[in-house]
């Protein structure tokens, strides 16, 4: 079982176009954090949000973490080919453990 | 600025041949992660070392060995590597004890087994 749910798991949009992804878990995190996976490099770190409801933006990424600490969003307004990429959530637990999803794989035609 | 390093980029073995990935941290960071990727499967963690001398399984550990050989170098062993074992294994490091602070990646190292 999944402890953190991506979802789509695939989204292809046209360049201008706005896209929200998902990071969903019946579990509580103290935190999550989002990172950018492009082809043939490694994930890297985009955003940590800690307190519940806490809303952070980073140019044209709008990420939320969710009341309750369970899940969290990715919006991306007007995306350019360069947000084509891997986007990765990763939950800390109670036990101090980094979880990581599966992943929203992100194309964004020219 | 180079971060993590991971060598080789890429390999290609038999099934029951042995090898050694390298890893090495220039930021000082106190604890790494050795993970491997796999379509459909996300980041799994296979072992990690929260501080030079200390090594801990993690969620999928069963045909690897590690060692952490100072503060700035992870290596991770297959022993008798296994067609299962194909995937890309990414090293990472992080300032904080705890599997909590924010994960620098190396690019990856690209293993296949026949």
């Known amino acids: 079982t999944q402890l953190l749910e991506q979802s789509p798991q695939f989204l292809s949009i046209q360049e201008g176009e706005n896209l929200t992804v998902y990071c969903n878990s019946s579990?509580?995190?103290?935190?999550l954090q989002w990172y950018r996976q492009e082809p043939g490099e490694g994930p890297v770190l985009l955003v940590t949000?800690?307190?519940?409801?806490e809303v952070k933006k980073l140019k044209r990424l709008t990420f939320q973490f969710g009341d309750a600490r369970k899940d969290s969003s990715l919006h991306i307004t007007a995306a350019q080919p360069g947000d084509t990429g891997l986007y990765l959530c990763?939950?800390?637990?109670?036990?101090?453990?980094?979880?990581f999803g599966k992943g929203n794989q992100v194309v964004v035609i020219p | 600025n180079a971060g993590v390093t991971q060598t080789p980029k890429f390999q290609v073995l038999k099934t029951g041949q042995s090898m050694t990935l390298q890893c090495a941290q220039d930021?000082?960071?106190?604890?790494m992660y050795w993970y491997r990727q796999d379509p459909g499967m996300g980041l799994r963690l296979i072992y990690y070392?929260?501080?030079?001398?200390?090594?801990d399984k993690g969620e999928v550990p069963n045909g690897y060995n590690v060692s952490r050989l100072n503060k700035r170098e992870f290596s991770l062993r297959l022993e008798s590597a296994a067609p299962s074992q194909t995937s890309v294994y990414f090293c990472?490091?992080?300032?904080?004890?705890?599997?909590?602070?924010?994960?620098?990646f190396g690019e990856g190292s690209r293993l296949t087994v026949l």
């Open positions: 990472a490091s992080s300032e904080l004890a705890a599997n909590t602070g924010e994960l620098f």
């Open positions: 579990s509580v995190f103290s935190s």
């Open positions: 949000v800690v307190t519940g409801g």
């Open positions: 990763a939950g800390v637990q109670g036990n101090n453990r980094l979880a």
């Open positions: 930021m000082n960071h106190n604890s």
């Open positions: 070392s929260a501080s030079e001398g200390t090594t």
